[in-house]
């Protein structure tokens, strides 16, 4: 157990629609990151928040935001979904904003019908 | 375009031999990087790190290989174990000093037989 904790675990929507993924980072970690898995692929990164503030962006669509709230905890908010959406979603944590040893959640398996 | 490159997307090693799990770079930027193990309905697990100023960094069964000329690393264990069966990625980090993010390879699934 990582300490990494993401909800919800699965997740099954239909096209257009909006939905919002969860993550607690490991206690006294500061430094949240996102990544996506699409089939057969390595995971992708999107964003990174350290302490509330956005550090890092990778290849995070314009439909797809986030944020990191006082408590630490991150929302990955995805809209106007599409069929090529649905993938594995990681939240992963660490104690510094370079901190590259990454500690990983179970991850959301999001399935866009 | 696939900076981190893992060219071998299987192999089967039995048990008590060793694994060897290779990954090539392309980002002469990189200066850390890492090794995660991966179950399925899991996330990625941390293994070991290695950075640009070293060429080797061993924990226990598992070593890792850095070749900044050739822009290659292998990860080494020995002996391999059943429960080693996973898939592994290679990730790679330019670090900055305000931010951090990992590039991945695509993985290789070892299985290790009995």
């Known amino acids: 157990d990582s300490g990494v904790t993401q909800t919800p675990k699965h997740l099954i929507t239909a096209t257009g629609q909006r939905v919002t993924l969860r993550c607690s980072p490991r206690?006294?970690?500061?430094?949240v990151y996102w990544y996506q898995q699409s089939l057969d692929q390595g995971l992708q990164f999107l964003i990174q928040?350290?302490?509330?503030?956005?550090?890092a962006k990778g290849n995070i669509l314009e439909r797809f935001s986030a944020q990191q709230f006082p408590d630490l905890h991150s929302e990955l908010n995805l809209s106007s979904l599409e069929l090529g959406d649905s993938a594995l979603y990681f939240c992963?944590?660490?104690?510094?904003?370079?901190?590259?040893?990454?500690?990983f959640g179970p991850g959301t398996r999001l399935t866009v019908t | 375009d696939q900076q981190v490159k893992q060219n071998s997307p299987s192999l089967s090693v039995q048990e008590g031999r060793i694994s060897i799990l290779n990954c090539d770079y392309t980002?002469?930027?990189?200066?850390?990087f890492l090794w995660y193990k991966k179950y399925p309905a899991e996330g990625p697990t941390f293994l070991i790190s290695?950075?640009?100023?070293?060429d080797k960094n061993e924990d226990g069964r598992f070593t890792v290989f850095l070749n900044k000329s050739a822009k290659h690393l292998s990860l080494h264990i020995v002996p391999s174990q059943p429960g080693d069966s996973a898939v592994y990625f290679c990730?790679?980090?330019?670090?900055?000093?305000?931010?951090?993010?990992?590039?991945f390879g695509t993985g290789t699934r070892l299985q290790v037989t009995l």
């Open positions: 992963a944590s660490s104690a510094n904003p370079t901190g590259s040893e990454q500690y």
């Open positions: 990730a790679a980090s330019a670090r900055a000093r305000t931010a951090s993010k990992l590039t």
């Open positions: 928040y350290y302490n509330g503030e956005e550090r």
């Open positions: 206690s006294g970690d500061l430094s």
């Open positions: 290695i950075s640009s100023i070293k």
């Open positions: 980002n002469s930027m990189f200066d850390y």
